[in-house]
């Protein structure tokens, strides 16, 4: 699973892409504190009250793995679906045998039905049972033993509904009917969420992680729609009165949360077959073309995959689908993955932008992690979501290098660092399933994950990992396995490494400070453990790590050591006065490390130091700095290998001729763009006319939308009536990135006439970059005066309470709505005294509009999210 809040933080670097516009927009960073507030939000799990339970003397909450007594081998459902009532009619046949004790029950989950009838098959026996709205126990007709199977059949009517969910998966209704009436502006969908325990709301079944079952599906739909389920379809035959009936087949074991189902007007793309194996995607039609981007590197991903793991790619078929309102990022059900509508995009909108990438290496690397050995129960889900995460280190390292895997690996770092709660990674005490799906089990898992590579090399890591494939294929699994795999692969007793990162909660806080001593040819670390040590956080972690030592003419030795004291010193013998001292020279540590350093070391370190953290530290170092040093390094990180620093120099390098000249490069033949929108963006602030011409070409010749819109934004900084000319001419365009341009440079123009482009444009601006339109379009109402204002208002409460938009666009148009509201507010103090009543009046009607939002609004996130909504 791959959540939102992770999503919109991955969002946030493109939104500041866009920040670079050349009048700074305050409406943009209400927008991003929204982001960040949501990804906050994921962080809610609250700590067990030790207090309470020391005063009661009761056992601390603990959440174990589900006791198994039946063993479920077989699920068969025959499913057709009331749209009308939004109601499943199913037949189950359950194939199933006792665990390892005689039973002579069958409990089962079935939450919301409606049972028609229970009996045994062949028979056809009826079966007594009870039914209280989520269990059903059935009452076999004798005790079986464990050499026995036996099957039922359970009649019944499914309602999903929800009941509860959390920030990571917002609902826990299992099935969802999108436009179910038809009578929206949307695709009719049919599809399923089953993470955590929510399929049950439409099948019966035993819904926990440590059961795997077989299954087929029949799903009776009418005829113009298409059907995925998991593992292959075997017929597909007519069923009379404009309907057909579609088996699928899984022959595999996987557990029910993983089981799925989608039923809709998709394109169905079939890519080139994997070691024969079907590749496909189910998209909208509208983007058929763009599937192979909209999912890039599928095929390469799985070989990749593989190949490092030594296992090959063990499932039937690997099809990925988009859904409308999905309610989380993404979800690995056995190879027929679900993605939510963001993800969809056109090809020149997809340049560069490794979201895609990241999500659906994630959901990949689920089908060896997750999908073939799956956790036991969710306070193990690291062991899921943090092979997940790490995968997308491990693809951006084969496939873009290891400056930007790093980098990502910093920003999982931050992400977690923020997070706050620290709970043991291996959770048993939660309060709610949901809140296991945190920055611990995803960011935290994944880092700890590289520090046991770095600590073990990576020859026995990946060894480790096949093991632990091969031997735990088809099984459910805790940490200790995890553990014991490492340990018989490298020869070495890994508790200390398991009990102080999985098993207790926090991470180090480092001081470290050097000292070099000429009298005895010595550099000393002093390194200190600072953190609050508590009951679950160590006062002491056991730190291996490297120190580089390095010499002024470049030249390093490198000393390996290992931290087990509360404050420890570490020597290094060196002939002369290092130019550098590195801690953790690896940087893999999971820690927060204050060691501070000279102007000079740090300029030592970025050309000297060879990775992404070395240089990493010294740009940050240096971008709140005025010296000629730091002029000289982002000089120098022009021509960085990476192409973050290269974006950042190119905002903070000194506007030297030589430079700008570099930069008129970059903005032309950068490999990355958004080097190439941060350069022309630069260029701009020459304010020299000189680079229309470079301007006006990329404009027309960058494969990246992106790109080409900046370039538009410069022709208009520097010849504003030609870009308006050229941007009117681009309102066809398919591409979302290219309408933003032309909404900023609309926006800019102050003109009320441009106000019907943006009207045009609401449908089609339905995503992400939707946030950003709209609040241009408030910027240009408020700009025109006030009788703008008033018709923007109206029309942007229509958006927001448009049901067939995306959510996140609706709270973008009910924040522009706010930015309506804000500034009005600021234009009446600005006026001071004798402000005028009709503007008093229309501040009344935003906020009463914006009253009328909120009331209507029915997605939680946004309701929570609008009780700051009007914001004075
Ligand atoms: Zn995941």
Redesign the pocket.
């Known amino acids: ?2 959540f939102t809040a992770v999503l919109l933080s991955l969002l946030l670097p493109a939104c500041n892409l866009f920040q670079h516009a050349q009048v700074e927009k305050p409406e943009q960073a209400a927008i991003e504190t929204e982001y960040r507030q949501l990804d906050t939000l994921s962080i809610v799990a609250e700590r067990p009250d030790k207090k309470a339970e020391k005063e009661t003397y009761s056992l601390p909450p603990y959440n174990p793995s589900a006791t198994r007594e039946n063993d479920l081998l077989h699920t068969s459902l025959d499913l057709s679906f009331d749209w009308e009532k939004q109601a499943v009619l199913g037949t189950a046949r359950l194939k199933v045998k006792p665990y390892f004790y005689p039973v002579d029950q069958l409990k089962l989950d079935a939450k919301g039905f409606e049972i028609k009838s229970v009996t045994l098959l062949p028979e056809g026996k009826s079966l007594s049972y009870e039914y209280e709205g989520r269990k059903l126990i059935i009452q076999l007709d004798k005790t079986y033993t464990r050499d026995q199977t036996y099957e039922v059949e359970i009649d019944y009517v499914a309602y999903p509904r929800a009941e509860g969910g959390s920030s990571a998966i917002n609902s826990d209704q299992g099935l969802y009917f999108i436009n179910p009436s038809g009578e929206l502006g949307k695709p009719r969908q049919i599809w399923s969420q089953g993470e955590t325990e929510s399929n049950s709301r439409w099948f019966p079944t035993i819904d926990k992680p440590n059961e795997r079952q077989t299954q087929d599906i029949r799903l009776t739909v009418e005829d113009h729609f298409v059907t995925l389920s998991n593992g292959v379809l075997v017929s597909s035959t007519p069923a009379g009165n404009g309907l057909r009936t579609d088996h699928w087949v899984m022959d595999l074991p996987h557990a029910p949360y993983l089981t799925m189902i989608a039923v809709g007007d998709w394109a169905v793309v079939k890519d080139k077959k994997w070691n024969g194996k079907e590749v496909s995607y189910y998209v909208e039609p509208e983007y058929k073309e763009d599937a192979a981007y909209i999912f890039p590197y599928t095929s390469e991903m799985l070989s990749f995959f593989s190949d490092i793991l030594d296992v090959p790619y063990p499932w039937q078929k690997y099809t990925q689908i988009v859904v409308r309102d999905f309610v989380s990022g993404a979800m ?1 059900n056995t190879t027929a993955v679900t993605f939510m509508e963001m993800v969809q995009a056109h090809r020149e909108d997809l340049v560069d932008r490794r979201m895609n990438e990241l999500i659906t290496a ?2 990949m690397f ?1 089908h060896w992690f ?1 999908d073939l050995v799956t956790t036991e129960s969710w306070a193990n889900i690291t062991l ?2 943090g092979f ?1 995460n790490y995968s997308e280190y491990l693809w951006l390292e084969y496939k873009h290098g290891r400056d930007e895997a790093e980098a990502h690996r910093q920003s999982e770092l931050r992400g977690y660092l923020s997070s706050g709660n620290w709970h043991p990674l291996i959770y048993y005490g939660y309060r709610d399933r949901e809140d296991v799906f945190d920055a611990h089990s995803y960011n935290k898992g994944g880092l700890i994950l590289h520090m046991l590579r770095t600590y073990l090399g990576d020859d026995a890591f990946f060894t480790a990992l096949h093991n632990y494939l091969t031997q735990n294929a088809y099984t459910d699994v805790e940490a200790h396995e995890l553990r014991l795999v490492f340990e018989d692969v490298s020869g070495q007793d890994l508790n200390w490494f398991f009990n102080q990162w999985f098993f207790s909660a926090g991470h180090p806080v480092l001081q470290v400070r050097k000292q070099y001593h000429p009298e005895r040819g010595e550099v000393e670390l002093l390194v200190e453990q600072t953190q609050e040590p508590t009951e679950e956080i160590p006062a002491i972690f056991r730190l291996p790590f490297y120190v580089d030592v390095y010499m002024p003419d470049g030249s390093k030795q490198r000393k390996h050591f290992e931290m087990n004291q509360r404050k420890q010193r570490f020597v290094v013998k060196t002939e002369a006065e290092p130019a550098l001292v590195v801690f953790d020279a690896e940087h893999s540590l999971l820690a927060v490390v204050d060691y501070p350093k000279t102007e000079a070391e740090y300029a030592f370190q970025y050309r000297h130091g060879p990775t992404y953290f070395d240089r990493q530290e010294a740009l940050e170092a240096f971008s709140t700095e005025e010296s000629s040093l730091a002029d000289d390094i982002f000089t120098q990180a022009l021509d960085d290998p990476y192409w973050g620093f290269r974006q950042m120099a190119v905002q903070k390098c000194p506007a030297t001729e030589a430079n700008i000249q570099r930069i008129a490069q970059l903005a032309v033949d950068d490999p990355h763009s958004g080097v190439r929108v941060e350069a022309l963006a630069r260029l701009g602030d020459t304010e020299d006319k000189a680079w229309l011409k470079v301007a006006r070409m990329v404009a027309e010749k960058d494969s990246a939308a992106s790109v080409r819109g900046a370039a538009l934004e410069l022709v208009s900084q520097l010849a504003p009536e030609e870009a308006l000319k050229t941007a009117e001419k681009l309102e066809d365009t398919k591409s979302k990135q290219l309408i933003l341009s032309v909404a900023r440079i609309f926006a800019q123009s102050e003109n009320p006439v441009y106000l019907d482009f943006f009207e045009s444009k609401f449908g089609f601006m339905n995503n992400t970059e939707g946030i950003e339109f709209v609040h241009l379009y408030a910027d240009l109402a408020l700009a025109a005066g006030p009788e703008s204002v008033q018709r923007a208002a109206n029309q942007l409460e229509k958006v927001a309470l448009r049901p067939d938009y995306m959510v996140w666009y609706r709270f973008g148009a009910m924040s522009a709505l706010n930015a309506l509201h804000e500034g009005l507010a600021k234009a009446m103090k600005d006026a001071g005294q004798g402000e005028s009543t009709s503007l008093v009046e229309l501040d009344e009607q935003i906020k009463a509009a914006i009253q009328r939002v909120k009331k209507a609004e029915t997605d939680k996130r946004l309701k929570m999210m609008y009780q700051k909504f009007p914001s004075t």
Do not use: I, K, R
């Open positions: 699973m791959f690995e994630h959901e689920h997750g899921n979501e997940a």
